[in-house]
């Protein structure tokens, strides 16, 4: 699995963050402790990006180098596939997450930058 970034993409996360070389893809469904959502419906369906400045367990599996630095967690995986794209939507301007098949996610959420994150 590889996440691939575009240039719009590269660009916001850029503007949002500008020190910020590391991020954690992981389900925005309740069942961590960075997810704002709750509900099983939501369950593989909706995903959120963190900035981190360290590696968090679980979240060691590394999905992307460059131009950023991806984890995610085995339990992640589950709901992700391929060569997966962060890309722009042109029209609701949120980024949005796609695999080889579609639309995984047409707004993934950035979250706040945390200096320190507990995930216990």
Do not use: W
């Not at 590391?22 to 960075?34: P, R």
């Not at 984890?71 to 609701?92: E, I, K, V």
């Not at 950035?110 to 216990?120: A, D, H, W, Y």
Request: a negative charge; proline letters at 3%; charged letters at 15%.
């Amino acid at each position: 699995m590889k996440l691939n970034f575009t240039a719009e993409a590269i660009t916001l996360l850029q503007q949002k963050y500008d020190q910020v070389t590391s991020y954690i893809l992981a389900v925005n469904d309740g069942t961590n402790a960075f997810s704002s959502s709750e509900g099983c419906c939501m369950i593989g369906d909706r995903f959120l990006l963190q900035p981190i400045t360290e590696i968090i367990e679980p979240y060691t599996v590394k999905i992307s180098i460059e131009p950023f630095t991806v984890y995610t967690a085995a339990y992640d995986q589950m709901f992700l596939s391929g060569d997966l794209t962060l890309s722009l939507s042109p029209s609701t301007h949120n980024l949005q997450l796609n695999d080889s098949r579609g639309i995984v996610d047409y707004n993934v959420e950035v979250k706040q930058f945390l200096n320190q994150i507990s995930t216990s």
